[in-house]
């Protein structure tokens, strides 16, 4: 079966104008659930309170599919479900699992096949955590590259809001709804240089 890849960091593209796709808020919350969790959940189980995990899978809308594939479902400001990424990970390491028939990809296309959205759905990202803004407008920002970082450092610093980007090169106008809030980045080592580049070009973020 044919799945739609999720884009390559080289090939990251500014979020297009026009309005914007849901995803049907039903069918997702269908998927958020802890009878039934992913594998990434399974390891979140194995590093800190259950509680916790509970708690971070709801504020952090993580689906999972049947085969233990976890997915990071991108929810804006305005309680819109942008898109979800697939990403299949061992359960007892947390890494993501990458050989096999297990590539990341956006959920869009499982949804598409199921007649749940139409062909012609076109998906405009935002950033990974950013319905939280809202919610704790006084809170620190800390930003990261991958969604796995932003729900594990948020069970040991709850007191930040941690967003991710989804890339290290996916750094666009998804960022500019962190204008006038107190930011913290956190590159990967290899997107160091190129963040700290970037940054220092955006003035309008206080980072």
Not at 5 to 25: F, N, S, V
Not at 94 to 103: C, V
Not at 163 to 175: C, F, M, S, T, Y
């Amino acid at each position: 079966k044919k799945r739609q890849q999720a884009p390559k960091p080289a090939l990251a593209k500014p979020t297009p104008a026009g309005p914007i796709c849901e995803l049907p808020k039903d069918v997702v919350d269908s998927t958020i659930r802890m009878d039934r969790p992913s594998n990434f959940v399974r390891f979140l189980d194995t590093i800190l309170d259950p509680l916790i995990v509970e708690g971070l899978v709801f504020m952090y809308h993580i689906g999972a599919k049947k085969s233990g594939e976890t997915v990071f479902y991108q929810m804006d400001g305005k309680g819109r479900y942008r898109g979800g990424k697939v990403i299949m990970f061992n359960p007892e390491t947390g890494h993501r699992i990458k050989e096999g028939d297990y590539p990341v990809y956006w959920i869009t296309s499982d949804f598409q096949r199921k007649g749940l959205i139409p062909q012609d759905w076109k998906m405009t990202q935002c950033l990974f955590g950013e319905d939280l803004l809202a919610q704790y407008p006084d809170r620190v920002v800390c930003l990261v590259e991958a969604e796995k970082t932003a729900v594990i450092c948020a069970g040991y610093m709850p007191e930040f809001i941690w967003v991710a980007v989804g890339g290290k090169n996916q750094l666009n106008e998804r960022l500019d709804v962190l204008r006038g809030r107190e930011v913290i980045v956190f590159p990967d080592i290899d997107a160091t240089e190129a963040w700290t580049e970037y940054f220092n070009g955006r003035a309008d973020l206080n980072v």
